[in-house]
């Protein structure tokens, strides 16, 4: 053999050696990105990073348990705000104006400019 040949025989061999390796990388790569498998490494990250922020609100809770009581009862008063008013008798803003006469749903509200025209000029 001379040595054109002998170099042909190394390259076949580098190159089928070097197809082999792309085979198997590809076929790692399918069962990386294969969709339970991207699924868990997904939730899993997400999984751990929420495990985290939960044991730090743990640890903040622990440690300011009076802020957290005052947060809970401010929430629920808000919530509960317009059972609290009607049971005082201190209603809503919607008390606080007088009732639309027939002439006023029609035309909508009437503005302060035509309030002023119809009372005693000044």
């Known amino acids: ?7 042909f025989l190394q390259d076949k061999r580098m190159r089928d050696a070097a197809k082999q390796v792309l085979h ?3 076929e790692h790569l399918r069962a990386s990105l294969s969709g339970g ?3 868990r490494k997904v939730f899993g990250t997400v999984g751990e990073g929420a495990k985290d922020v939960l044991e ?9 348990t009076g802020v957290l009581a005052a947060l809970v009862g401010a929430l ?3 919530l509960a705000r317009e059972p609290i008013f009607a049971f005082l008798g201190l209603g809503g803003d919607h008390e ?6 027939q002439s006023q749903e029609e035309t909508g ?4 400019e035509s309030e002023a025209g119809e009372g005693d000029p000044q």
């Not at 730090?56 to 300011?64: G, L, M, P, S, T």
């Not at 606080?96 to 006469?101: C, G, H, K, N, V």
């Open 1 to 7: 053999m001379n040595e054109l040949e002998l170099r």
């Open 24 to 26: 198997a990388d590809i």
């Open 37 to 39: 498998n991207i699924a």
């Open 56 to 64: 730090i609100a743990r640890e903040q809770a622990e440690d300011k």
């Open 76 to 78: 629920i008063v808000w």
């Open 96 to 101: 606080d104006q007088p009732p639309l006469s």
């Open 109 to 112: 509200p009437a503005s302060p």
